[in-house]
């Protein structure tokens, strides 16, 4: 139940000039192991996202191999579940009915997915949401709804694109202590794509700094500290510190994007927060 | 992408409320639209006092006599008798437009290769007035309701194939990807993605082909 990125090459083919295309990943090379929760941090454009849809299917590669699990990747598969950032919840389904949906394609029998479902929802506290329709629901609601989905069918492999990007720092927060109590219960292999260095620190047992030149791996930083993690430790900091760091160089003082902005103020505050140590 | 699903989850929501509220007839006095039913009595008192000025009912007749004689109309056997058999041929004619426009619809928005195949030919074939396909709808049909059936349905599959296909144009990609990850086939595409997804315009032009299968009709 690994995950491995062999040599992987994408490229774009641009819609005013045809004959050129952009190189977007070139030899993208990593490996996740059974049971580990990597993350792929790295600024806007460094093809981070662009590696994680390839690894579920959702779009092709120029070369390179992506091996699922001693398999390889062709296409989309209930073996990779995926939380999408924009949640991609069925708007036309109630809550019950998106989350045992991968279930049913499965064909497990109904009163399997009932309890299953249950099982659930009492996980994530959302008993009440059942028979509620998607946009009935708060953002970090339909947040662990997504969630709950993915991982309804215990999947071999769980790929999160940003999955707490679109929702406010508080819930943010609540929905990273919630999510390592769930993941860690399970032991999925999980890939995150994020910008936020904090959340990679919290919920990873690795990380993967991804630089702009053509989604290049800048460092590959093991952390190595017990779960829960302690935001206040010296080590915790020490992470958040030399992450930081290694985002500074990767974006190189070009803020492209709102998300690249979020970068430059995590980097501001956490200059500041340092001087204020001294 | 977000304002658009906001949006298409809006529209389906207000569908369904529409329906709901359908079912509760005891709302309907509550849900009355007051506002309109003032400008109708507005417009109908000024229809009556102006016809009484002016004076010259043939030109301009009374509000009343008109009045009297819809009451006699509606009344009388034949007019309802010929009222439902264009009721029939609206319904049918729209059924048929229907049954070819919606799979039609759904391939031309799921694939941009069918639209490009396929929107020449129905931009081109649509601008064609609707008389001038009578005379050969008469002859490839004969006289009766076939021609009035085929005419009603050419002019209501353009527009539920229209509607259609921009329903499908609206969804979210990304449901396509989420229903394959998780393993759907191609059946389940249609039924739990493309279909209700497309729904909102689905019934845009269907009504839509009604309303204008009416005007056709004549």
Same mark, same amino acid.
């Given at each position: 139940?690994?995950?491995i990125?062999?040599?992987?090459?994408k490229?774009?083919?641009?819609?005013?000039?045809?004959?050129?295309?952009k190189l977007?990943?070139?030899d993208?090379?990593?490996?996740?192991?059974?049971?580990?929760?990597v993350?792929l941090?790295?600024?806007?454009?460094?093809?981070?996202?662009?590696?994680?849809?390839?690894?579920?299917?959702?779009?092709?590669?120029d070369?390179?191999?992506?091996?699922?699990?001693?398999?390889?990747v062709?296409?989309?598969g209930?073996?990779?579940?995926?939380?999408?950032?924009?949640?991609?919840?069925?708007?036309?389904?109630?809550v019950?009915?998106?989350?045992?949906?991968?279930?049913?394609?499965?064909?497990?029998?109904k009163?399997?997915?009932?309890?299953?479902?249950?099982e659930?929802?009492?996980?994530?506290?959302?008993?009440e949401?059942?028979?509620?329709?998607?946009?009935?629901?708060?953002?970090?609601?339909?947040?662990r709804?997504?969630?709950?989905?993915?991982?309804?069918c215990?999947?071999?492999?769980?790929?999160?694109?940003?999955?707490?990007?679109?929702v406010?720092?508080?819930m943010?927060?609540l929905?990273?202590?919630?999510?390592?109590?769930?993941l860690?219960?399970?032991?999925v292999?999980?890939?995150?794509?994020?910008?936020?260095?904090?959340e990679a620190?919290?919920?990873?047992d690795?990380?993967i700094?991804?630089?702009?030149?053509?989604?290049?791996?800048?460092?590959?930083?093991a952390?190595e500290?017990d779960?829960?993690?302690?935001?206040?430790?010296?080590k915790?900091?020490?992470?958040?510190d030399?992450?930081?760091e290694?985002?500074?160089?990767?974006?190189s003082?070009?803020?492209?994007?709102?998300?690249?902005?979020?970068?430059?103020?995590?980097?501001?505050?956490?200059?500041?927060?340092?001087?204020?140590?001294? | 992408m977000?304002?658009k699903?906001?949006?298409?989850?809006?529209?389906w929501?207000?569908?369904?409320?529409?329906?709901?509220t359908?079912?509760?007839g005891?709302?309907?006095?509550?849900?009355?639209?007051?506002?309109?039913v003032t400008?109708?009595?507005?417009?109908?008192a000024?229809?009556?006092?102006?016809?009484?000025?002016y004076?010259k009912p043939?030109?301009?007749?009374?509000?009343?006599?008109?009045?009297?004689?819809?009451?006699?109309?509606?009344?009388?056997? @034949? $007019?309802?008798r010929?009222i439902?058999?264009?009721?029939r041929r #609206?319904?049918?004619?729209?059924?048929y %437009?229907?049954?070819? &426009?919606?799979?039609l619809?759904?391939?031309?928005?799921?694939?941009?290769?069918?639209?490009?195949?396929?929107?020449?030919?129905v931009?081109?074939?649509?601008q064609?007035?609707?008389?001038?396909w009578?005379?050969?709808a008469i002859?490839?049909?004969?006289?009766?309701?076939?021609?009035?059936l085929?005419?009603?349905?050419?002019?209501?599959?353009?527009?539920?194939i229209?509607?259609?296909?921009?329903?499908?144009?609206?969804?979210?990609?990304?449901?396509?990807? @989420? $229903?394959?990850?998780?393993g759907?086939g191609p059946?389940?595409? #249609?039924?739990?993605?493309?279909?209700p %997804?497309a729904?909102p &315009?689905?019934?845009?032009?269907?009504?839509?082909?009604m309303?204008?299968?009416?005007?056709?009709?004549?």
């Amino acid at each position: 139940m690994s995950i491995i990125v062999d040599h992987v090459t994408k490229s774009f083919s641009e819609r005013n000039r045809r004959r050129q295309s952009k190189l977007v990943l070139k030899d993208v090379c990593f490996e996740v192991p059974d049971g580990e929760f990597v993350s792929l941090l790295g600024p806007s454009g460094c093809g981070k996202s662009t590696t994680l849809t390839i690894i579920a299917g959702f779009q092709g590669r120029d070369s390179g191999d992506v091996i699922v699990n001693g398999r390889t990747v062709t296409r989309p598969g209930p073996d990779r579940a995926f939380v999408f950032q924009d949640y991609a919840l069925l708007p036309w389904m109630k809550v019950g009915e998106n989350i045992t949906y991968p279930m049913k394609m499965q064909r497990v029998p109904k009163e399997e997915r009932e309890k299953r479902l249950d099982e659930l929802l009492s996980l994530a506290q959302l008993q009440e949401c059942r028979d509620q329709y998607i946009n009935e629901l708060s953002g970090g609601m339909k947040q662990r709804v997504a969630l709950l989905r993915a991982i309804a069918c215990d999947p071999e492999v769980l790929l999160m694109d940003e999955p707490l990007g679109a929702v406010d720092f508080q819930m943010r927060k609540l929905l990273q202590l919630q999510l390592e109590s769930i993941l860690m219960q399970k032991k999925v292999t999980t890939l995150m794509v994020t910008h936020d260095v904090d959340e990679a620190v919290y919920l990873s047992d690795r990380v993967i700094v991804m630089g702009r030149d053509h989604g290049n791996i800048l460092a590959d930083v093991a952390i190595e500290l017990d779960r829960p993690r302690d935001r206040t430790s010296e080590k915790y900091h020490g992470y958040c510190d030399q992450l930081t760091e290694l985002l500074k160089t990767a974006l190189s003082g070009e803020v492209f994007t709102k998300e690249d902005e979020d970068i430059m103020n995590f980097i501001k505050n956490a200059e500041i927060e340092s001087r204020r140590h001294c | 992408m977000e304002e658009k699903d906001q949006l298409q989850s809006r529209q389906w929501k207000s569908f369904s409320d529409r329906s709901r509220t359908m079912n509760m007839g005891t709302q309907a006095l509550k849900k009355l639209n007051y506002p309109a039913v003032t400008m109708l009595l507005v417009l109908m008192a000024a229809w009556y006092f102006g016809a009484h000025v002016y004076n010259k009912p043939f030109v301009f007749p009374y509000f009343e006599v008109v009045m009297g004689r819809i009451g006699e109309a509606l009344t009388d056997l @034949a $007019v309802l008798r010929a009222i439902g058999i264009t009721m029939r041929r #609206v319904l049918l004619g729209t059924l048929y %437009g229907f049954i070819i &426009g919606l799979p039609l619809g759904m391939a031309m928005g799921f694939s941009p290769l069918i639209m490009k195949t396929l929107s020449p030919f129905v931009n081109a074939v649509r601008q064609i007035p609707t008389t001038a396909w009578v005379p050969l709808a008469i002859i490839w049909f004969g006289l009766g309701d076939g021609p009035t059936l085929f005419v009603l349905a050419l002019h209501g599959v353009f527009v539920i194939i229209l509607n259609t296909a921009a329903g499908v144009m609206d969804i979210n990609p990304e449901y396509y990807n @989420a $229903v394959k990850s998780m393993g759907a086939g191609p059946v389940e595409i #249609v039924k739990d993605v493309i279909f209700p %997804g497309a729904l909102p &315009g689905v019934i845009t032009g269907i009504r839509l082909a009604m309303g204008m299968g009416w005007m056709t009709v004549v």
